[in-house]
């Protein structure tokens, strides 16, 4: 089993900074793909970033390109997600998965929020 738990949201102005981590621990850990989603009020959960463990190939959704970026620590097993330019429509929930067996996620962490408000 493995346990992923997120931290580093909280409520920042239009225009500020957050950096999210996602620590992983459990079971020998060695995803294929870890990834940053988020979820909005009333709306679906939706694809941030993505990063391939093995290789550092990093994805990202055309509405975070150029202000988010995705990274890992392979040796500490942390995934972090800092996110520039932070606007009122990345308000969300944010969540960190891992795809461990195959391409689709298996493991999900708990979620943090992030506010952005005048």
């Known amino acids: 089993q493995v346990h992923l738990e997120e931290s580093g949201g909280g409520l920042v102005q239009p225009g500020d900074s957050l950096r999210l981590t996602c620590a992983a621990s459990?079971?020998?850990?060695?995803?294929?793909?870890m990834g940053w989603f988020r979820q909005a009020p009333g709306q679906k959960r939706t694809f941030v970033a993505a990063?391939?463990?093995?290789?550092?190939?990093?994805y990202y959704a055309d509405a975070v390109k150029g202000r988010f970026t995705i990274s890992r620590d392979s040796a500490e097993n942390t995934l972090t997600l800092q996110m520039n330019g932070l606007q009122p429509g990345d308000m969300a929930v944010y969540f960190c998965?891992?795809?461990?067996?195959?391409?689709?996620?298996?493991?999900w962490g708990q979620g943090t929020q992030v506010t952005v408000a005048s």
């Open positions: 459990g079971r020998p850990f060695s995803p294929i793909t």
């Open positions: 998965a891992a795809a461990v067996f195959s391409t689709n996620y298996d493991y």
């Open positions: 990063i391939n463990w093995k290789d550092g190939n990093t």
